[in-house]
């Protein structure tokens, strides 16, 4: 009964991660024509503004798109029965350095548009999070193996 | 690690197969092999206890320290 809950439960997160990726896509797609009518109907908003914010996510694209083909695969591993592996810790690496890297082209956005810093400040934090989720990991890890090669 | 397993020397004076031994302490051959082959890193009370009531020996028949394997 449990793994049947836990098979679910993963289930969702990887359903969960194909949505992001699938809106990811979708905003790709739509930014050029929702910016030019934000900047045409908002006269407020400079037209600099939008050109930025298109930078910007187009700049986060390899390492959103790279974020969610390693939470796909790290899903999968769970799935397989693969938890505590150096294979995972080396995703939840390259996911922590994924957020690193949004948080730092958000950072250069932040000079023309402001509220981009806030997004930067969740992203570092969200990759510092999953840096530190990644030692415990590694952690866990040594002590399985300590544990194996206990008699 | 300086402590050295001498689970070989006692199985030949006992006459004993190691995958007899691992059966009758309860432990998998493959576990047995990794005390056998100084790659344990940890060794329970209650096998040890076992170990020696089945070979007939004191726990330093099995397990001796040497400074210099450091």
């Known amino acids: ?151 | 690690m300086a402590i050295v397993v001498n689970l070989d020397v006692m199985l030949a004076k006992r006459k004993m197969a190691a995958g007899e031994l691992a059966e009758k302490i309860g432990i998998t051959p493959a576990n047995l092999s990794i005390l056998k082959n100084q790659k344990a890193k940890a060794i329970r009370f209650s096998t040890l206890n076992e170990i020696c009531r089945v070979l007939d020996c004191q726990p330093g028949d099995i397990l001796e320290y040497q400074e210099d394997m450091i």
């Open chain 1, 1 to 151: 009964m449990k793994e049947k809950k836990d098979s679910g439960s993963i289930l969702f997160s990887r359903v969960l991660v194909w949505v992001f990726g699938a809106l990811l896509l979708v905003l790709d797609w739509a930014i050029w024509p929702v910016s030019h009518m934000l900047t045409r109907y908002l006269p407020i908003l400079h037209s600099s503004w939008g050109t930025m914010l298109i930078v910007c996510l187009y700049a986060c694209n390899v390492p959103g798109f790279m974020l969610i083909f390693c939470m796909d695969k790290l899903l999968r591993n769970l799935r397989k029965g693969i938890v505590f592996d150096s294979r995972n810790v080396r995703l939840l690496g390259i996911v922590s350095i994924c957020c690193f890297i949004a948080c730092a082209v958000c950072l250069v956005g932040c000079a023309r548009i402001f509220f981009l810093g806030f997004v930067a400040l969740a992203a570092g934090f969200v990759g510092l999070i999953v840096r530190i989720v990644k030692n415990v990991f590694s952690a866990a890890i040594d002590m399985r193996s300590e544990l194996d090669l206990t008699v």
